[in-house]
């Protein structure tokens, strides 16, 4: 690997630099690149850990990638949809805690027109006109971001997942890498603060394929980029595949976080949910340079059964106060807003 105190004067890296620190050992990861992160997270987005409260609000999707339990052809899968008025419940559940972003979450569910969708933003910001909420519910005919974000809709949250398209091709059928891309330019366009995130240890993926993940969400210059590792789901066609690697998935955090500089980067679900200490898992995120953590409030009967991989964990704030204390970090409430751009006013 090129001597990374000459590679880090220049803030960047070519892909077969990023190939090369993919595949380097554990102790040059730890001894040379995670400092760094830390180091640029510290810079560009100050101490605070931003916290986002999350409603899973149905698991039906249309879709039918190969990796995801949420899956039409899952029929092992207890369906829920939550109506307005409980999702309304939850929003207010988040606002009364003090949490200034409100992530709505889906499967590629048409069930909720867009004037449904919009009915939802609309209620939420009449309680609290300050709150942000993010959209992550899938691709969408175009007039429906347009009106989502007439509504008062902030973010949108759509991960590209690999940017290989003939990978992307396969895991998902029916749709293309390049029409994910599309969406997520017109997405930027519209005013949306975007969210894109890939998966780390598909099968079939090569490191070759993480470095343009990495390169792939620099070039786009995301506003969030949300990274795991692959787990399998068992009622998927993928369900006996070898999860991702912990440590591969943190080194594409903390690249990503180095090429990215004020991207926010989640300490992700799916990393957390890959051992028994949570603490733990969150500390390594932190230090690589995750800044945001999002915290369930799907009711517990709903929740269980939002499956996108097996053996999910929910994360608390307890948690999450113990790992930022103990990484010299501090949570925050507040929007989060991004910070590649001066976004002062507060649509209503």
Known sequence: MKEFQKVREIYTFKKEELVDILASDEM???????????QIRKKYLGNKVWIRGIIEFSNYCFRNCLYCGLRRENKNLKRY?????????????????????????SGDDFFYKKEDICKIINLIKSYDKTVAITL??????????????????DRYLLKHETSNPNLYKILHPGQSFEKRKDILL??????????????????GQTLEDLADDIIFMTEL??????????????????????????????????????????????????????TESKIEVLKKSFLVGADVVMISFTPDEY?????????????????????????????????????????QHQKV
């Open 28 to 38: 040059t990861f730890y001894n040379e690149i995670l400092p760094y992160a830390f």
């Open 81 to 105: 949809r939550m109506s307005i008025e409980e999702i309304l419940t939850c929003a207010k559940k988040i606002i009364d805690t003090g949490i200034k972003t409100i992530v709505l979450q």
């Open 136 to 153: 992550s519910i899938g691709e969408r005919p175009t007039e429906d971001y347009i009106h989502f974000y007439q509504a008062g809709a």
């Open 186 to 203: 017109f997405l930027k366009k519209l005013g949306y603060q975007v969210g894109a995130g890939n998966i780390v240890g598909l099968p």
């Open 221 to 274: 210059d995301v506003d969030m980029a949300g990274i795991g590792p692959f787990i399998p789901q068992s009622n998927t066609p993928l369900g006996g595949y070898k999860k991702g690697d912990e440590l591969l998935t943190l080194k594409v955090i903390a690249l990503t976080r180095i090429l990215t500089k004020n991207t926010h980067l989640p300490a992700t679900t799916a990393l957390i949910s890959q």
């Open 303 to 343: 929740r269980e059964n939002y499956k996108i991989y097996d053996n999910r964990k929910k994360i608390f704030l307890k948690e999450i106060e113990i790992a930022t204390k103990e990484v010299g970090l501090e949570i925050s409430f507040d929007r989060g807003d991004s910070f590649k751009r001066c976004i």
